[in-house]
C-alpha cells in the first residue's frame, strides 16, 4: 500500500529540482538523435510497423524494466503503479460554504472526507490514492473505432525517479510505444481561434508528414480546444494518423464529464463510454472536453478542480526526462521543438524558457496574437555579433528604440486587455527570445519551403556551436531528408574515415539510398568498411516484414523473438535460390571452423555482396546504387534478377497476399534484367574500340558466382531478354561454327560431313592461336596476322587460313625467308591438314550435323526392325536370337548412356540432387532416358523367347514375346518423339516447339474439365440403356468413357444406342426388339432422355468446351508468337552449349572413348594418383581486371544514355506545356485586340513551329537556322602521331586513321627509328638499355633484376592485359604511331605514370558553391606545361621500387608544391600534410595514354586518382608553386573545369570522368553533343 505524499515524499523518494532548474542544470542541448548502437536500440525501420515482440524487446533492452506481458498485468500493474491525488480535507471558501478551496463542491469530494477551517495547501490537503482511473476512451460521440488509452496521475510523479519510471514504464511497456526520434511540443491558444485556411493546410499536413518521417511523439493539452483541437484534426485528417503518438497532457479537474472516466472501486471493464456533448444542466460548468483525435491522454490530478495550468509543470518535465532518457552514451539528448500557435501571453514566456534550454522554437506567423508578435520582432530586429561568457563570437538579434514602440503597440493591439504591467513583460520577453537568433525560426505563408522542411531545418539550426556533424548527419538521416543534409550539414562538416563508416552503417540499416550515394561520395573505402561482421550485422538488422526474413529464421532454427544467424545461413540461401549453381564459401567446413577468426576479414568485391543484401531485404533503389559501383555488374545484375524471382516465388505463394509488393518485385527483377542487358549492349555498341573485348566479357568466369561465365549464369537465371541480345546470340554463332568461315553455308557443311576427311579439307578456316604464335616477324609486318592486346585465344584477331598461305608464298617467291623460317612455313604447313580436320569435327555445327544424320539412321533402322518380322532380319548364326540391326541399335543406345550420365556430370548445379532435377526438367532428357531403358528391358526379355519354326514362338512363350514387341514400340515412339529437338535450332520451328508444349499443359488441364461432361452422359447413357445390367466389367467402363469421347469427334453411331438398348432391355427373351421396347412407355421414356440427355452432351462439349480449348490455343500462340524470335534465341543458346560440350566423336562410336575413360577413371583410383588434389587453374587476374573496368565503362555509358533520355523526355514535356502556354497567352491577347495584327502575326506562327518541333510534328522552317561549329574529326591515336616529336625536329612516319590498326595491312609503312639522346645517355638504373641479341628483359611481368647489390623491381605489365613481343621488341597494343624506338620515354613497352587530380568545389565571395544546371562546379589544380604550352594534371612516371600512390604524392608535391625548390622543414611539412590528406581517393581511370611521346615501341599507361576537397577547407590551404623537378611547368593555379581550356593528352577525358563520379556538372559533356551531317560527313556540334 502506497502512504501519504507525506510520507513518501520525506522517507522514500529524492525530490528533484523544480523543471526550470532541472532543466538548466543539464548538459547543454545538442538538438540530435544518439546513435542507434549507443542505447542499445536499431535505426528507423524501412516499414512503418513493427511486431509487438519485437517493440517489447526493445524496450526491455533499457534500464529498470523487467519482462511483463502486457495483456495480462496491464490493469493490475496500472491499479498498484499510478497514482492520483484527491482532496482529503474539505476548506469551504468564504463565498460559497458548500464548496472547497481545492474548486471541488461537497459531492465531488470522497465520502468521508473531514471538515476544517483555515487556508487550503494542496500538499497537506490531498493524499495519494488508488483508483480505476485507467483505459481505453470510446468517444461515444465522435468515431467509436478510434480508443485512446487514458491515465490519471498525480501531478508530481515526474519529480521523484522512482514515479518517472513507472511513467516511461506505462509508455514502454504498457501502452508499448516505439521510442520517439523527436520530441514535438505543440503550445499556443487555449480557446478556438481563425487561421488564414492556407496556413491552417500548410500547418496540418506539415506537422503530419514531419512526425511521421521521423517517428516523432506529439505533445499537446489534449483538449478539444484552440491548438490542440487544430493538432488533434491534423493527425485526424491523414490515412495514417493512427500511427502518430499524440499525447494530450491535461488537467484532470478541468475535463469534462471526467465522471465518466473510472471510479474508485473495481470495475470489470477496460473500456469507459465518453461523452462529448454538453448536457443542459452543465452548459455553464468550466473545463472542456478531450480532443477525440489524440492517441494517449495523461490526465494530471494534483487535487484541485476546475484551475487551468496545473499540468504545466508536469508536461515540462516530462519532455525534458523523455529527451534525457533517450540519450546516448555521449550525453547527447533527443531533439526537441516547441512549435508556438496563436497564443496567449504567457505563451511568449514559455517559447523564452524552451529557448534558454537549448531547444529550438518554431513560430507560426499569421496564426494571431503571441505568435504574430513574435515573428514581428524578429522581423524587424537587425543581427549584431557579441560574445558569449566563454569569449566565442556569436550572432544575436537586438531591437531599436523605433523597434521596440513598434512591438509594444502590436502587444495593445493583439492583447487589448492586457495590463500595464504584463505588456511589459510580454515585450521584455520578446527582446530575449529574438535575442536567441539561432535557436527561433519564424515560418511565413509566403516560405517557399514546406512546413515540415522548415521545422526539421530549425531543428538542425539550432544545434550548438562545436557540436559534431556526425549527430547532425544521424538526424538528417533518422528523418530521410537529404535535401536538409547536402544543403545544411554536408557543406560544412569535416568527417573522419571512422565518421563515415558509423554513418554509412546507419545508412545502409535505415535503407536510404541518397545517403548511402551521399556518404559513398565522400571517398569512404567500401573494402575496408564491409567485413564479415558488419555484413551479420546487416542481415540481423534485416527488417522482419521482408519475405526472405521467415527463411532465414528457418535455416537458423531461431526460436520466436531471436534472429541470430551468420554468413553460414545466408550462403546456405544462396545456394538455394542459385539452384546449386556455385558453393559458398561460407558453408564449408573451413569457414565453420574458422568463422570467429574471419569476423574482421574483409571482401574482394564489397559492392557485389552488398547488391545481394540489399535485395533479400528488398531495399531495391538501394541495390541498384551498389549495382551502380559494383565490380561485375552484368553477373551481379543477373544474380539480382533470379533473387528478386525467387521472392516473387515466395510472395505469391505465401499465405499473406500481397499482390502489390508481387508487382513491385516482379518490376525490379525486369529492371535488373534491363540493367544487365543494357551493358552487355553498350560494351557490345563499344567493339569497335576492341573488336574481340566484348567476347572477352562473355566468356570471362566469374569466381564469385561458381566460375560460371555470363552465357552460363544467364541460363541458370533463365534470363531470356539478356540470352537473346545481338552480343550473346553473336557470341554463340562463333561458337557454332567454330573455326569454320562463316561464308558456307549448311548445305556445303552437309556435304563435307558426308565425306570424311577430304570433305573438310574443302573448307575455310580461321587461324587458331597455336599457329598465330609461330608466325615470323615478317609476316606480321606484312599485315597477315597479329595479336591483339589480350594476348589470348578468345582476343585473337583471326584471319583466314588460306589467306595466310598465300601470304605464305609471297615470302617464299620473294626470297625473305632464311633457311630456319622456311622449316617453319613447312611446318605450318603440314599442321594446316591437321588443324583443319581437328576445327571441323569440334565445331558445334558439325557435331549437330553428324548426330542428325547417325539419328535419322538409327530412327530408321528402328523402324525397319519393327515392320520386318525378326525371321526375316539378318542374324550371325542360325541359333542366335538376335539380329544383327537389333545389336547395332543396342549399340547406340548403350552408347547414349555415358553421354547422358556426362551431361549430369557437367551441369551446372554442384548438388547432385539439382543436377537430377536440372537434367529432368528438359522434357527430351526424359524422353532419352525413358526410350532407352524401354529399349534395354526389351533385349534383356527378348533372351527369354524360346523360339521355334524359323523365328515364331512357342504358344507358352507368346506373352512373352507380345511384351517385348510392345515394349519396344513404345521405346521407338520415345524415340521418335525425340527427333523433334533437333527442329528447336530452326527460327521458324522453335517457337512452334514450345507452342505444342504449352498447348499440351493447356490441354492437360482441358480433360479434367472434359472428363466432368463425358463422365456424367456416359454414366446416364448407361444406366438408361442397360437399366439390368448385373455385372461391372472393363467393358462396362470402355461403354462410359471411350463412346462419348467420340462423340467430341462427330462418331454420333445412333444405330449403336438402338442395339445397346435393345440389348439392356431383353436381356435373354428372343422376341424383344427395339420396337417392342419403343412401345413400352417406360422404354419410351428412356429413349427420349436418352437423346435429350446426347443433345446437351454435345453442345457443351462441341460447340463450348471445343470452342474454349480453341481460344486457349489461341491465347497460347499469341503469346509465344510475341516472344517467338527471344523464345527461339533462348533454345538456340542451351542447344548450341549443349553441343560445344558434346565429344567430336558421334554415335556410337563415342562408346569407346567413353569406355577407355572409364579404364582410366578404374586405374587412377587403384594408384596413388587419385590422392593428388587436382590444381584449379589460378585465376587471370589481369584479364578479370581488363574486363571489369570494360563491363564499368560500359555501365557508365549505359546509364549515362538513360539519364539522358530522361531529361530530354522531361525537358521536352516541360517545353511543350511552355510554348502551349505562351500559345494560349497569344491567343487571349489577339482576341483582347491588346497587340496589333502584325506584331502578333510575327509572333504566333514562330511558337508554333516550336510547339510542332518539340511534339515530334513536322514544322515549316523557320528563318531562324541553327548555328552550327565544325570541330575537329573524332580521331584514333591522335596525340601519339603528332609531328613533330616533342623537344626535337623528329617528323613521324604519316599514319592514316584507317592504318593504325596492326591488323591493317599498310605495305608503304615506314617509321622513323628515334631514342632521344638524353634517354641514351642517362644513368643506368633510371632507364632501360637498348635491346640487343644479349638483352634479357622479362615484358609482360613484374621485372626483379639486382645489380650492383641493389634489387630494382620494375612493373612491365600492361593495365590492358597481355602486349605482344616480336623479336623481344614490345609492340604498342594501341597501333601504330609512325616511329619506333623509344623517343623520350625511359622504358620499353609500358612506362607507367601516375596523375593526381586534386579537386574542390567552387565557390564565389559568400563562400557558397557555385552552381551551373543545378550542378556544383568543381575546380582542379592544373599545372602549364612548358613543352605543349596546355594546361595538365600533376603527374609523372612511377619510378623503380615506388609504389604507385607513394609515386602520386611525390608528383604532386614535386609539380604542384614545388617541394624540392623547399627547405627541409617545409618539405617535411608538405609530406605530413599530403599523408594526412592522401588516404581518401578514387580511382578515375588505369590504362593507356594518348600521349605525344608514345612510340610503337614505348607508351605510357597511367593511373589517375581524385582526391576531393567537399568542404573547401583541406587542400585550399596548400601551398602551391609552379617549380617542378624537371622544370616542365610554368604555372599553377586551382582551375574551373571548362571547355574552353587546352588540356594535355586525354586530361579532359580524365576530368570528364571525374565530373561523373562527383556528380558535378560537366561543360566537357556539354560540348560533345554531336550529330552527324550527312551531305558534308562531317562530326558538327549544336551550340
Known sequence: MMTSVGHSDANDQTPLAPVEEVKRATSPRVGFAPPAENIGIPPPSRHSTRSTAKRKQHFLSLPNFKKK??????????????????????????????????????????????????????????????????????????????????????????????????????????????????????????????????????????????????????????????????????????????????????????????????????????????????????????????????????LVDDGTQYAYGKEIHFRATLEQKLSERYAGEDGTTLPQICILVEGGPNSVRTVLETIKLNNPALIIAGSGRAADVIAHAYKISTLEEAFNSDGDRIKIRSLSEDSQDSVEQLIRTKFPNIKEEDKNNVLKWCIEVIKFDKYVTVYELSDSKDFDLALLAAIIRGIPAGTTSIASMRLAITWNRPLLASNMILPFASFSEKDLNNLLKYAITSDRTEFIKMILDQGIDMKHFLTHDMLVHFYINMNENCIVHKKLRKLASCKQGDFNIDLRHVGKLMEFILEGTYRSDFTTQDYAEKKDDLRDNTFENPYDVMVVYAVLSEAHDTAKLFWSRCKTPIATALIAYKLNIFLYGLQKNSLNQDEENELILQEWAKEFERLATGTMRQCYKDRNYDTDMWKEVLSLPHKSWGNLNLIDLSQTVHAMEFTAQSAVQNWLSDVWLGDIHSTHSTLHVLIAALIPVLGPLTLRYTLTTELVEELTEQQVQMGQVIKNEAGNEAGIKLKDISAVEEGLDDLEVDGQLHHHETRTVANLRKRHVAEKLKSFYTAPKVKFTQYVIIYLLFIGTFVYTLLVGDQKLPVLFASQRYSILELVLLLYVMSTIPIEIKQIKESIPSSLRIKLLTYVSDFFNVLDLLGALLFIIAFILKGFVQDVDEGVPVRGNFHMYNTVHLLRIVSFLF??????????????????????????????????????????????????????????????????????????????????????????????????????????????????????????????????????????????????????????????AGMIIEYQKLSAIPQPFSLLKHMWQFLKFISRLCSNACMERVLVPEEDESRTYRVSMIEAESREEFLSNIESADSDSQNSSKAIAELKEQLLLMKSMLQANITSSNSAATVVPDTAQKVKKAEG?????????????????????????????????????????????????????????????????????????????????????????????????????????????????????????????????????????????????????????????????????????KDTNEWAIPGGRVKPNERVFDAIKREFSEEALAK???????????????????????????????????????????????????????????????????????????IAIDHNIDLYANHEWILEKVCYHRDAYNPIKEMKIKRKDTENNLWMTVT
Open 69 to 298: 506481458s502486457p495483456s495480462k498485468t496491464a490493469l493490475p500493474w496500472i491499479h498498484k503503479a499510478i497514482q492520483f491525488r484527491v482532496c482529503n480535507t474539505f476548506i469551504p471558501t468564504d463565498k460559497d460554504p458548500n464548496k472547497c478551496q481545492c474548486g471541488g463542491c461537497t459531492e465531488e469530494h470522497v465520502p468521508g472526507v473531514k471538515t476544517n477551517t483555515g487556508t487550503w495547501y494542496q500538499k497537506s490537503n490531498t493524499v495519494r490514492r488508488k483508483g480505476y482511473f485507467f483505459g481505453g476512451i470510446k468517444f461515444v460521440d465522435e468515431d467509436a473505432t478510434h480508443q485512446p488509452d487514458f491515465v490519471r496521475i498525480d501531478g508530481g510523479y515526474m519529480d521523484y525517479r522512482s514515479t518517472s519510471n513507472k511513467v516511461f514504464e506505462l509508455f514502454e511497456i504498457q501502452w508499448k510505444l516505439d521510442r520517439p526520434n523527436l520530441l514535438i511540443s505543440v503550445t499556443g491558444g487555449a480557446q478556438d481561434f481563425v487561421c488564414p485556411p492556407e496556413l491552417e493546410r500548410r500547418f496540418k499536413r506539415g506537422l503530419v508528414r514531419a512526425a511521421k518521417s521521423t517517428n516523432a511523439w506529439i505533445f499537446t493539452g489534449g483538449t478539444n480546444t484552440g491548438v490542440m483541437k487544430l493538432v488533434g484534426e491534423a493527425v485526424r485528417g491523414t490515412s495514417f494518423g493512427s500511427q502518430i503518438i499524440t499525447i494530450g497532457v491535461a488537467t484532470w479537474g478541468i475535463v469534462k464529464n471526467r465522471e465518466e472516466l473510472g471510479s474508485l472501486e473495481q470495475r470489470n471493464k477496460s473500456l469507459f463510454s465518453y461523452h462529448t456533448k454538453d448536457c443542459v444542466q452543465r452548459s455553464n460548468e468550466k473545463g472542456a472536453f478531450l480532443d477525440p483525435n489524440h492517441t494517449h491522454f495523461m
Open 975 to 1132: 524415340y521418335c518423339f525425340r527427333t523433334t529437338q533437333m527442329f528447336r535450332i530452326q527460327s521458324k520451328m522453335g517457337p512452334k516447339i514450345v507452342m505444342i508444349g504449352k498447348m499440351l499443359i493447356d490441354l492437360v488441364f482441358f480433360i479434367f474439365l472434359m472428363l466432368v461432361f463425358l463422365l456424367a452422359f456416359g454414366v446416364a447413357a448407361q444406366s438408361l440403356m442397360r437399366p439390368n445390367n448385373s455385372k461391372f466389367t472393363g467393358r462396362t467402363i470402355f461403354d462410359v468413357v471411350f463412346k462419348p469421347y467420340l462423340h467430341v469427334f462427330g462418331e454420333l453411331a445412333l444405330d449403336g444406342y438402338q442395339d445397346e438398348m435393345t440389348e439392356g432391355h431383353c436381356a435373354n427373351d428372343a422376341n424383344c426388339n427395339f420396337d417392342t421396347i419403343y412401345a413400352d412407355n417406360l422404354g419410351q421414356i428412356h429413349y427420349y432422355i436418352l437423346m435429350a440427355t446426347l443433345a446437351i452432351y454435345l453442345m457443351m462439349v462441341n460447340i463450348l468446351l471445343v470452342n474454349l480449348l480453341i481460344a486457349i490455343f489461341s491465347k497460347t500462340y499469341e503469346d509465344i508468337q510475341q516472344e517467338s524470335d527471344t523464345i527461339w534465341k533462348v533454345q538456340r
Open 1257 to 1425: 510534328k513536322p514544322a515549316r522552317p523557320t528563318t531562324a537556322i541553327s548555328q552550327l561549329t565544325r570541330i575537329k574529326p573524332l580521331r584514333v591515336h591522335c596525340d601519339s602521331r603528332r609531328s613533330p616529336y616533342p623537344a626535337c625536329d623528329v617528323t613521324r612516319f604519316p599514319v592514316p586513321d584507317d592504318k593504325v590498326n596492326w591488323t591493317t595491312r599498310f605495305k608503304d609503312y615506314d617509321p622513323v627509328q628515334y631514342t632521344a639522346p638524353e634517354v641514351l645517355n642517362a644513368a643506368s638504373d633510371e632507364v632501360d638499355p637498348q635491346i640487343t641479341n644479349d638483352t634479357r628483359i622479362k615484358f609482360n611481368k613484374v621485372d626483379k633484376t639486382t645489380k650492383d647489390s641493389k634489387t630494382w623491381t620494375i612493373d612491365r605489365t600492361s593495365y590492358h592485359g597481355q602486349y605482344q613481343v616480336i623479336n623481344g621488341v614490345p609492340k604498342n597494343p594501341k597501333g601504330r604511331t609512325g616511329m619506333t624506338g623509344r623517343g623520350l620515354l625511359y622504358r620499353w613497352g609500358p612506362n607507367h605514370a601516375a596523375d593526381t587530380v586534386v579537386t574542390r568545389w567552387k565557390r564565389d565571395g559568400n563562400d557558397k558553391i557555385v552552381m551551373c544546371d543545378g550542378k556544383p562546379v568543381i575546380e582542379f589544380v592544373a599545372i602549364l606545361r
Open 1460 to 1534: 624540392l625548390s623547399r627547405s627541409i622543414a617545409e618539405q617535411e611539412g608538405i609530406s605530413i600534410m599530403l599523408q594526412e590528406h592522401f588516404n581518401l581517393g578514387i580511382t578515375i581511370y588505369k590504362g593507356y595514354v594518348d600521349d605525344p611521346r608514345n612510340t610503337d615501341n614505348a607508351w605510357i599507361e597511367t593511373i589517375a586518382v581524385n582526391y576531393h576537397d567537399s568542404t573547401g577547407t583541406s587542400f585550399s590551404h596548400f601551398p602551391l608553386k609552379a617549380i617542378g623537378d624537371d622544370s616542365n611547368s610554368m604555372g599553377v593555379q586551382w
